[in-house]
């Protein structure tokens, strides 16, 4: 059995590192607030498009909320429903009132995979259509403009 050197041993560590730290980061942390956004802003309008999603998870998994916003025009927002984080999977879902009047219910159930780096969802209304929004890591960033 050949004795480990020094490049191999500093290798293996280095591997292990990154293997470690990549497996960490995809993991949505169990405490803490989250916010998802591709939200965008319309040079000639002014109007600001996309969603944005705002996460907040507690110690009683069955207390994690949601903040739902969207744009219609305005931008609106709404609480989320029967919210579910399943942190085994990294699946998430939830229920949300879009009725921009508030004159008649329009529920929609949110479903998808929530990472420390981007939430994927898609809505029954349009399963065909899939929105991804990556995590808003700093917030005195510039809005970016819409294309």
Request: proline share 6%; glycine share 4%; with cysteine.
């Amino acid at each position: 059995m050949s004795p480990i050197t020094l490049p191999k041993c500093c290798g293996l560590a280095l591997l292990f590192f990154l293997t470690s730290s990549f497996a960490r980061s995809a993991e949505l942390p169990k405490l803490g607030v989250f916010v998802y956004s591709n939200l965008c802003w319309s040079k000639p309008s002014g109007d600001v498009a996309g969603l944005r999603v705002t996460i907040l998870r507690f110690p009683d998994p069955s207390r994690d909320h949601v903040v739902f916003e969207w744009s219609e025009g305005p931008l609106y927002e709404r609480t989320g429903y029967k919210v579910r984080i399943d942190s085994a999977t990294s699946r998430i879902t939830f229920e949300v009132d879009q009725d921009a009047t508030m004159t008649k219910p329009d529920w929609r159930t949110y479903t998808g995979e929530i990472s420390s780096d981007a939430l994927i969802l898609q809505s029954n209304s349009d399963p065909a259509r899939t929105y991804r929004l990556l995590r808003v890591q700093d917030f005195a960033q510039e809005n970016r403009q819409c294309r």
